[in-house]
């Protein structure tokens, strides 16, 4: 057994030592894994996406064919000019300008108003719908939905 005192407190200081690297070399690790990439890479956005204020993800297109709105939650003013015009999902509002073709909504508690339409189709329930101008065919398959014109 050793009992050089000399000895013993070498032995001891190195412990001493090589215990706090090891922490060091712990607390170093531990801190690689909880920070945050340098750069962090994002997907690109396709087109006509957005996110609102309120972090809904919405999908809109618009061509000489359709209107098209998906998503929940958005506020969105758009012109048509002959369009076919589509809202599917639940609690948007949207607001349409101008002569649009037919008007589909399916989903709920959307509110939609709309200047001037051919025809009017909402499926869903808690929906409202305001018109203005002649009076479009009305298709409601649904419960408590309000199709009305305004002047």
Same mark, same amino acid.
Request: with cysteine.
């Given at each position: 057994?050793?009992?050089?005192?000399?000895?013993?407190?070498?032995?001891?200081?190195?412990?001493?030592?090589?215990?706090?690297?090891?922490?060091?070399?712990? $607390?170093?690790?531990?801190?690689?894994?909880?920070?945050?990439?340098?750069?962090?890479?994002?997907?690109?956005?396709?087109?006509?996406?957005?996110? @609102?204020?309120?972090?809904?993800?919405?999908?809109?297109?618009?061509?000489?064919? @359709?209107?098209?709105?998906?998503? %929940? %939650?958005?506020?969105?003013?758009?012109?048509?000019?002959? $369009? &076919?015009?589509?809202?599917?999902? &639940?609690?948007?509002?949207?607001?349409?300008?101008?002569?649009? +073709? &037919?008007?589909?909504?399916?989903?709920?508690?959307?509110?939609?108003?709309?200047?001037?339409?051919?025809?009017?189709?909402?499926?869903?329930? %808690?929906?409202?719908?305001?018109?203005?101008? @002649?009076?479009? %065919?009305?298709?409601?398959?649904? +419960?408590?939905?309000?199709?009305?014109?305004? +002047?």
């Amino acid at each position: 057994m050793l009992r050089n005192p000399f000895f013993m407190l070498l032995l001891a200081l190195g412990a001493g030592l090589g215990a706090c690297s090891q922490q060091e070399a712990d $607390q170093a690790a531990a801190a690689d894994v909880t920070a945050p990439p340098a750069e962090v890479a994002t997907a690109p956005v396709p087109a006509g996406h957005t996110t @609102d204020e309120g972090g809904s993800s919405v999908y809109t297109t618009q061509d000489s064919e @359709d209107i098209i709105i998906t998503g %929940n %939650n958005s506020v969105q003013t758009r012109t048509v000019n002959g $369009q &076919d015009i589509q809202v599917l999902g &639940d609690g948007n509002q949207a607001t349409f300008t101008g002569r649009g +073709k &037919d008007f589909y909504a399916v989903g709920n508690a959307n509110t939609v108003v709309l200047e001037h339409v051919k025809s009017i189709q909402v499926t869903g329930d %808690n929906n409202v719908v305001t018109w203005k101008g @002649d009076t479009p %065919n009305i298709q409601n398959a649904g +419960k408590n939905n309000t199709i009305s014109q305004v +002047k």
